[in-house]
């Protein structure tokens, strides 16, 4: 069974930045199409950036040029790091394969606010 382990968020003024860690088992971060997902109150999850094996990546238009992804292999790890961050933000951030299995994390709160 993968485990997938978010950690970084916080609370953060608009503007801000912060950086996102996925650790994972299993060795998976290099071997797999990776996605940074977010899901804020009342709506539903969306995917907001992927990193693929070829390590290109590709952006929701909402975080394109604010956000991101990256990965260290060796620690079998993925990276989000979000700069320029907005209220419409403020979610909490979870990380899995692509497409999704059903084996989420808790996930990380990120909250935007002044």
């Known amino acids: 069974q993968v485990q997938l382990v978010e950690s970084g968020g916080g609370l953060v003024q608009p503007g801000g930045s912060l950086r996102l860690s996925c650790a994972a088992s299993?060795?998976?971060?290099?071997?797999?199409?990776m996605g940074w997902y977010r899901q804020a109150a009342g709506k539903q999850r969306e995917l907001i950036a992927t990193?693929?094996?070829?390590?290109?990546?590709n952006y929701a238009d909402s975080v394109k040029g604010r956000f991101t992804v990256s990965r260290d292999n060796a620690k079998n790890t993925m990276y989000l790091q979000m700069n320029s961050l907005k209220p419409e933000d403020t979610a909490v951030y979870y990380c899995?394969?692509?497409?999704?299995?059903?084996?989420w994390g808790q996930g990380t709160q990120v909250t935007v606010s002044s």
């Open positions: 899995n394969v692509l497409p999704p299995k059903p084996y």
């Open positions: 299993g060795g998976i971060i290099s071997i797999t199409d």
């Open positions: 990193i693929f094996r070829d390590v290109s990546s």
